[in-house]
């Protein structure tokens, strides 16, 4: 597998991982779960459990690999998570914005696909 794949994999992982930790100390029975799927190249960080009464289920952060570029499909943080990307090491130019029209990705400053 070619080195930057696996590299983007680790920095996508490492991620996920470092956002579950997280402890919200105002939804304790809400909990974080990583889903990672290596060999087909899907990242994603849920919110899962109860808040009170109601049920919560909800995607925080979902990634792909897609031709050699990082996908950010969902960001449901206040988060730059586009940004943390590039402070680990990938360039713009390999982070596609994929909940933007792919019309408008030319204007985010990030890699149009």
């Known amino acids: 597998m070619d080195k930057k794949i696996v590299n983007y994999q680790l920095v996508l992982c490492d ?8 402890k919200k100390t105002l939804t304790p029975d809400v909990k974080y779960q990583t889903v990672i799927d290596k060999e ?10 109860f808040n009170k009464q109601r049920f919560v289920y909800n995607t925080v952060f979902h ?22 990307l590039e402070e680990r090491g990938v360039p713009k130019s390999d982070i596609v914005l994929g909940f933007i029209p792919p019309t408008a990705r030319a204007y985010a400053g990030f890699a149009a696909a």
Request: charged share 20%; aromatic share 10%.
């Open 15 to 22: 991620i996920l991982k470092e956002y579950a930790q997280i």
């Open 40 to 49: 087909e190249n899907h990242y994603v960080l849920l919110s899962i459990g």
């Open 63 to 84: 990634f792909d690999i897609i031709n050699d570029k990082i996908w950010l499909q969902q960001n449901n943080t206040d988060v730059l998570i586009a940004d943390e």
